[in-house]
């Protein structure tokens, strides 16, 4: 778990962001929010998923950090308090039962941000939850306003109650619900989950083989994690007035053969490829442009494949 401290100068106040999960999509919202022209502090705490009785230590030892930062700075200048729960270490592919301390995890810390509410009781509070339009609406096309989420697998079940939970503790407290597509972007953790477009650039480069358990006709709406986090970072420091849950996509699908193929060109290679069929994976999934939120600007995905092999090999990408 991270702990940003920003302090703008300009107006004497504070802000507190709380990042819960420091993943993909954790780390591109870090990196959003960092901004060079604003005084910031930085703390990484240590906040265990599965260990409950941990779990209390490491939060009494985070209020113990912050109650002596309330008495280092006037408190009726800390203006702003954020949690981002973008936290999970279970697959899309995850059983119930793998799901169940992950669901326990996430009650506790919206315990916890109540108790923190206390602590800064003149500030205006925020929850942030990643969730999964992925997990979702799984097998649904064309996902629009009129779409309720009927998820097909555990791990969509999962994320409807995260959600559902949220929303009916109401917490006297802005609430915000990201549901994002399929995330693709470039991670320098090794421990990190790798998705199918990090994959085939990385076996590319390598020659290696790439094993793809799926249908190659599947559509999927690959979204660039650069462009989520920016759109977070952005919301943080603007909330908006008129929406609570946005579906993060790009409105435009592609198969998976689609993606070998751009790799393909991008690398400048044949990708080697291994093909399973698997059911299982084989659900379409395609979202309406319409259903984007203002300010949300996806990355094309010829453009962002592009980035992603330029971040995760160094080599200067020249159009052909």
């Known amino acids: 778990m991270i702990l940003l401290t920003f302090n703008s100068k300009d107006f004497n106040t504070y802000k507190i962001t ?22 910031l502090h930085k703390l990484e ?10 779990q209390k230590t490491h939060q009494k ?5 912050l109650l002596k930062f309330k008495k280092s700075v006037d408190q009726s200048k800390i203006n702003n308090v954020n949690f981002i729960w973008s936290a999970g270490v279970s697959a899309f592919s995850a059983k119930s039962e793998e799901l169940h301390k992950e669901l326990i995890s996430f009650k506790n810390t919206i315990d916890f ?15 942030h939850l990643i969730s999964s339009a992925g997990g979702l609406f799984e097998g649904q096309c064309n996902v629009n306003e009129n779409n309720t989420p009927n998820p097909l697998r555990p791990y969509g079940l999962f994320k409807l109650e995260q959600e559902n939970f949220l929303i009916s503790k109401d917490l006297d407290s802005k609430v915000f619900i990201y549901r994002p597509s399929s995330v693709y972007g470039y991670s320098d953790l090794a421990s990190s989950r790798l998705g199918l477009i990090n994959v085939l650039i990385q076996h590319a480069v390598r020659y290696k083989v790439s094993t793809i358990y799926a249908a190659m006709h599947t ?3 690959y979204v660039l994690v650069n462009d989520i986090g920016r759109f977070i970072a952005n919301n943080i420091s603007s909330p908006s007035l008129s929406h609570k849950i946005f579906v993060l996509a790009t409105g435009r699908s592609s ?14 290679r044949k990708l080697y490829i291994r093909y399973i069929a698997n059911d299982v994976n084989s659900a379409n999934n395609s979202y309406s442009y319409k259903i984007l939120p203002d300010g949300f600007n ?23």
Request: glycine share 6%.
């Open 255 to 268: 198969t998976i053969l689609e993606i070998i193929r751009k790799i393909e060109t991008i690398v400048g």
């Open 45 to 54: 705490f240590p906040y265990s998923w599965i260990d409950f009785q941990a």
């Open 61 to 65: 030892s985070i209020i113990k950090y």
């Open 113 to 127: 941000f109540e108790a923190i509410r206390t602590i800064f009781n003149k500030a205006n509070f925020s929850f």
């Open 219 to 221: 559509l999927r709406d």
């Open 298 to 320: 996806p990355t094309d995905i010829d453009t962002g494949i592009r980035k992603i092999y330029i971040n995760s090999t160094g080599i200067k990408y020249t159009s052909q």
């Open 18 to 39: 709380f990042i819960f999960g420091l993943g993909l999509i954790g780390r591109s919202i870090v990196s959003s929010l960092i901004n060079p022209t604003v005084p």
